[in-house]
């Protein structure tokens, strides 16, 4: 490895990006891919092979370093790194057949790498073994130690974080520096065997490297950030930068005299062939939901009572909650099949990061919950997710002020803005046990990242067991041959817009109801082929704020169209506590308040004319 710690060492001077950060790991990076790991340079992502993370993602050329030298990327395509056209890019995705999950905001790489070591080891029950580089910058992130938490306590022994202690962050030195014994106390406080070694040693390093594992690992090498680069050794100013012409061809020469000229190539060993075979394909519900018209149901526990069925039918379905279980009902599922739920405890950061790590390779259908509002604290996870072209499945329940006397800090009003705000996601926002079951079934089949909004409040079944759903396809649940106003709403809003159907059907008012069904993608032929028929009117009502939720999503779908009139209704300031009929009304998204708006804007379309 020593050769091959001077090449790569070679490379990503030649690369020229973040050189200093990738000098300090050249030795680790060495040793981890050709002499600890087991894999398949030429299939980076065979089932069996060990699976490593680039937490520390601004290195990203040491890794591009190590995969020309298995053979696996020319050399010459190294110099295209961050050129539009090259799938170099500057932080590394999974556009790179090598690379299982995206980095580059720091501190999210070692949840991903406990997600794949807790599949290794309880769902896979394989030997692979994970890997996961981190600098000593990210380590003040508190998602590192969520990380640190979950694997002690579920005892990831296949699961190994190597810390690049370097001193230097990018503008300061790290709040620790060379204080290596710091880190370890830390992290053998989080429950880790942590061993202080030289990072530069790769004697040492392989040593280490080579022993036996009963609890996660945390190796703290002490580095030198720029090594063997003498000008800027342990130098503020560099991260990130560059070296300039001359001082890079100075270095690439004295590199170039220490390469030993050798045919000979170092291969990884091959990976124990034991991860079993894993089809995604085609996960479906057994037989059609099997609620009444009329009977009432929460969606939050409509939800639950998907889940486990679904996970009943088809056993790569795995659940997570963060400590909400018996709110969001995943607790039906951790009953009926216990070996596949995954409790992440109160760390929503580290439960969206450990799903995005269970979902790589394809080796499981992953859905996690907890309240909607608790989402709002991972958001830079869920766009990491969207980024690594993830497959995950979240649930937000408590959505809005209709969950009552708990207050404003446990009212999702902010999702569906975040949802929609990812590029990759689908924003199921079921209204009865029927679609919300039909949400589940379609979530598990659908690329990228599901949120689905569930409510408190126990609402009436609407919908026939048989009735057929899909994505981006919206379903007018109330109409007549005559309607004035059409009326868009969803969850308990919806509900809602029925009553007050009712309500101004006796004044010889006739509204029509769509349910959307489905946020984004929003179904804007159906809503502008019936809101024509209403004259261009249409009411949307939503327990959300107005910006970013339903309305703001009609009124992009029909923007382009003459004619229209849209009024919104939304929860228009911060909310406290009260009885979800009171709070449905002080915020005036109740059917009184429905039936108000009907009529000001028939009155408004009289008077017009």
């Given amino acids: 490895a020593e050769h091959v710690k001077v090449c790569v060492f070679y490379l990503c001077v030649c690369m020229c990006h973040h050189p200093t950060s990738c000098c300090s790991v050249a030795e680790i990076?060495?040793?981890?891919?050709?002499?600890?790991?087991?894999?398949?340079?030429?299939?980076?992502?065979?089932?069996n092979s060990d699976r490593f993370v680039l937490s520390?993602?601004?290195?990203?050329?040491?890794?591009?370093?190590?995969?020309?030298?298995?053979?696996?990327?020319?050399?010459?395509?190294?110099?295209?790194?961050?050129?539009?056209?090259?799938?170099?890019?500057?932080?590394p995705v999974p556009k790179q057949q090598f690379v299982d999950v995206a980095t580059g905001s720091l501190g999210q790489g070692l949840g991903a790498a406990c997600g794949m070591a807790y599949t290794g080891k309880y769902f896979d029950k394989?030997?692979?073994?994970?890997?996961?580089?981190?600098?000593?910058?990210?380590?003040?992130?508190?998602?590192?130690?969520?990380?640190?938490?979950?694997?002690s306590y579920y005892q990831l022994d296949n699961l190994v974080a190597i810390l690049d202690i370097n001193r230097l962050g990018q503008s300061d030195p790290a709040p620790l520096q060379h204080h290596v014994e710091k880190y370890q106390k830390r992290c053998e406080a989080f429950g880790w065997n942590a061993i202080i070694v030289d990072g530069h040693s790769v004697d040492e390093l392989t040593k280490v490297l080579s022993q036996p594992r009963h609890q996660p690992t945390a190796i703290v090498a002490k580095t030198i950030k720029g090594k063997g680069i003498p000008a800027v050794e342990d130098k503020m100013g560099w991260h990130g930068k560059p070296l300039p012409k001359e001082m890079a061809e100075g270095v690439l020469k004295d590199i170039q005299a220490r390469i030993i000229n050798s045919n000979k190539r170092l291969y990884p060993a091959t990976p124990t062939e034991d991860a079993p075979p894993?089809?995604?394909?085609?996960?479906?519900?057994?037989?059609?939901?099997?609620?009444?018209?009329?009977?009432?149901?929460?969606?939050?526990?409509?939800?639950?009572?998907?889940?486990?069925?679904?996970?009943?039918?088809?056993?790569?379905?795995?659940?997570?909650?963060?400590?909400?279980?018996?709110?969001?009902?995943?607790?039906?599922?951790?009953?009926?099949?216990?070996?596949?739920?995954?409790?992440?405890?109160i760390a929503e950061q580290n439960m969206v990061s450990i799903a995005v790590g269970c979902a790589t390779r394809d080796?499981?259908?992953?859905?996690?919950?907890?309240?909607?509002?608790?989402?709002?604290?991972?958001?830079?996870?869920?766009?990491?997710?969207?980024?690594?072209?993830?497959?995950?499945?979240?649930?937000?329940?408590?959505?809005?002020?209709?969950?009552?006397?708990?207050?404003?800090?446990?009212?999702?009003?902010?999702?569906?803005?975040?949802f929609r705000a990812i590029p990759t996601s689908t924003v199921f926002y079921p209204s009865d046990g029927v679609s919300t079951e039909k949400?589940?079934?379609?979530?598990?089949?659908?690329?990228?990242?599901?949120?689905?909004?569930?409510?408190r409040p126990e609402n009436t079944v609407l919908y026939n067991s048989n009735e057929d759903f899909h994505v981006g396809q919206a379903k007018v649940v109330y109409k007549t041959n005559d309607d004035h106003v059409t009326v868009i709403g969803a969850g308990v809003t919806l509900?809602?817009?029925?009553?007050?159907?009712?309500?101004?059907?006796?004044?010889?008012?006739?509204?029509?109801?769509?349910?959307?069904?489905?946020?984004?993608?929003?179904?804007?032929?159906?809503?502008?082929?019936?809101?024509?028929?209403?004259?261009?009117?249409?009411?949307?009502?939503?327990?959300?704020?107005?910006?970013?939720?339903?309305?703001?999503?009609?009124?992009?779908a029909v923007v382009n169209e003459t004619g229209f009139n849209v009024h919104r209704m939304a929860v228009d300031h911060v909310p406290r506590s009260g009885t979800p009929t009171e709070l449905l009304k002080i915020f005036g998204i109740d059917r009184d308040a429905i039936v108000q708006a009907v009529r000001k804007m028939l009155s408004s379309s009289a008077n017009a004319k």
């Fill in 278 to 345: 894993v089809s995604l394909r085609n996960v479906r519900m057994p037989s059609a939901p099997s609620y009444k018209l009329g009977e009432k149901i929460a969606t939050r526990k409509a939800y639950g009572m998907a889940l486990a069925k679904l996970g009943r039918y088809n056993e790569h379905v795995v659940a997570l909650d963060g400590d909400t279980k018996n709110s969001t009902f995943s607790e039906l599922f951790k009953n009926e099949h216990p070996e596949r739920y995954v409790e992440c405890y």
């Fill in 495 to 556: 509900h809602e817009a029925l009553a007050a159907a009712e309500m101004l059907k006796k004044e010889r008012i006739n509204i029509r109801v769509i349910d959307p069904f489905t946020i984004k993608p929003l179904d804007s032929k159906t809503i502008v082929e019936h809101a024509k028929a209403t004259r261009g009117r249409i009411i949307t009502v939503e327990d959300h704020y107005y910006e970013g939720g339903l309305g703001e999503a009609v009124c992009s």
């Fill in 126 to 151: 394989a030997s692979y073994s994970v890997y996961c580089l981190l600098g000593d910058g990210e380590m003040s992130e508190g998602s590192v130690w969520e990380a640190m938490a979950f694997a």
């Fill in 363 to 418: 080796r499981n259908v992953v859905f996690a919950s907890t309240f909607a509002t608790f989402f709002t604290r991972a958001y830079d996870q869920l766009r990491m997710a969207a980024i690594s072209e993830s497959n995950i499945n979240l649930c937000g329940s408590h959505c809005g002020v209709s969950i009552g006397e708990d207050g404003p800090s446990q009212m999702g009003l902010e999702d569906i803005a975040m």
């Fill in 56 to 91: 520390k993602g601004h290195a990203a050329p040491v890794l591009y370093a190590v995969w020309a030298e298995t053979g696996y990327l020319k050399e010459s395509e190294l110099l295209n790194l961050r050129k539009v056209d090259s799938i170099l890019e500057g932080h």
């Fill in 29 to 47: 990076m060495s040793v981890l891919f050709f002499h600890t790991m087991k894999y398949r340079p030429e299939e980076p992502r065979n089932i």
């Fill in 439 to 455: 949400a589940v079934e379609l979530a598990a089949n659908t690329k990228g990242v599901c949120f689905i909004r569930t409510s």
